[in-house]
């Protein structure tokens, strides 16, 4: 079956722009995340979506980053005033449930360069 | 100090050698502990998941975990030059289990 898929798979933007990132989570899966994964370090916590709702967002860095799931499935990383500090692959992930006991299928990501 | 300490390599050995990755931990709540493998420009795939204390076996790989220690390690036995990936440990608490934690991952080589 299809895997969680992001697009775009590279984004290059300017200092400043606004950027959209998208992510399609595995059929069925009601807990959607986003991790974001700088060069040889591991993928760091930012939102966990259970259904439509943010569950916990308390890994979002500041308020140029929001992210949205309207209809429980499809969900958008939003970051305003694009930083060179952003640029970094963004990860987003998928469980069947949102608990412990199921783990995450992550997707390829998206690499975000801010020149 | 980090939650999760994992020594980031690169670490490289012959193709059929036993390999033993591992990572230290902090927050004695974790109960659910994961190895990830990422490839280049890869999104990091599930290896391996245990839950508590104990050894797992799947094929090659075993996954043990101390808690005691606050110890987690991988083995993966006749490595192959196919297991060249980035290794990644991971861990969650049982209450929520929505913030999944990371290690910074190790850089693994398998010679042919």
């Known amino acids: 079956g299809a895997g969680v898929s992001q697009t775009p798979s590279n984004k290059v933007t300017e200092k400043g722009k606004y950027v959209e990132l998208r992510c399609d989570p595995i059929?069925?899966?009601?807990?959607l995340y986003w991790y974001r994964q700088s060069l040889g370090q591991g993928p760091e916590f930012l939102i966990y979506?259970?259904?439509?709702?943010?569950?916990?967002d308390s890994g979002l860095p500041n308020d140029r980053f929001f992210a949205v799931r309207p209809e429980g499935s499809v969900s958008t990383l939003k970051i305003q005033r694009t930083e060179r500090g952003d640029s970094a692959v963004y990860l987003c992930a998928s469980s069947l449930r949102g608990q412990s006991n199921s783990p995450l299928h992550f997707g390829n990501g998206t690499r975000l360069t801010v020149t | 100090q980090k939650e999760v300490e994992q020594d980031p390599g690169p670490l490289s050995v012959p193709e059929g050698a036993i390999v033993s990755l591992n990572c230290t931990y902090s927050n004695s709540a974790f109960q659910y502990f994961m190895w990830y493998r990422q490839y280049s420009r890869k999104g990091p795939e599930l290896l391996m998941y245990?839950?508590?204390?104990g050894n797992k076996e799947d094929g090659r790989f075993t996954a043990q975990v101390d808690k005691s220690s606050k110890y987690i390690s991988l083995f993966i036995r006749d490595s192959q030059p196919s297991d060249s990936a980035t290794y990644l440990c991971a861990m969650t608490t049982n209450t929520g289990g929505f913030k999944t934690i990371f290690g910074a991952g190790t850089r693994l080589f398998v010679k042919a």
């Open positions: 245990t839950y508590s204390s």
């Open positions: 979506f259970q259904g439509t709702g943010a569950a916990d």
């Open positions: 059929s069925g899966h009601t807990a």
